[in-house]
């Protein structure tokens, strides 16, 4: 049975990446690689905040995403996904924003923290941001909510 849920959720993602009309699947796969690096350093570097696992797991895509033969748009699409869900969640986190999610990782970021991981983050999710067909709309007015570039 366990194999099977994993099958359908696999489909489902297969779905929502080849149906997304950001293309994030044809995002830069250099850039997007680099911009994990990036991000598991800074989560390395505060590594109290993130299970280890994060930083291992953004290491293992930034690989995966330039592997010249392997790499599929499906592969980039859920690397970016995966980033951009970390910076959502630090982003909605500084902004108070959701404070009754039971998360248990949100019991050890405080405003002021996600606060000052977004701005660590800031420069590999600009990257990020600029290595995608569409960009991320939606992270400037971040970064200029929390004080950022």
Do not use: C
């Not at 489909?11 to 009309?21: T, Y």
């Not at 850039?31 to 800074?42: D, F, K, N, Q, R």
């Not at 019991?107 to 000052?116: L, P």
């Amino acid at each position: 049975m366990m194999g099977i849920d994993k099958l359908e959720r696999w489909l489902e993602f297969s779905k929502l990446a080849q149906a997304s009309e950001a293309r994030e699947g044809d995002a830069d796969r250099n850039v997007v690689g680099s911009a994990l690096e990036e991000m598991a350093a800074v989560m390395t570097q505060h590594h109290r905040y993130f299970d280890p696992e994060l930083p291992a797991t953004f290491l293992f895509l930034a690989e995966a995403v330039r592997d010249p033969v392997g790499a599929t748009k499906t592969t980039v699409y859920g690397a970016v996904k995966s980033a951009e869900n970390l910076v959502s969640f630090l982003g909605r986190r500084s902004m108070d924003v959701g404070k009754k999610v039971a998360d248990a990782i949100e019991i050890h970021i405080s405003k002021a923290v996600a606060t000052s991981l977004i701005a660590g983050l800031s420069g590999a999710a600009l990257a990020l941001s600029a290595a995608l067909p569409q960009g991320w709309v939606w992270l400037r007015p971040l970064l200029v909510a929390v004080g950022g570039p």
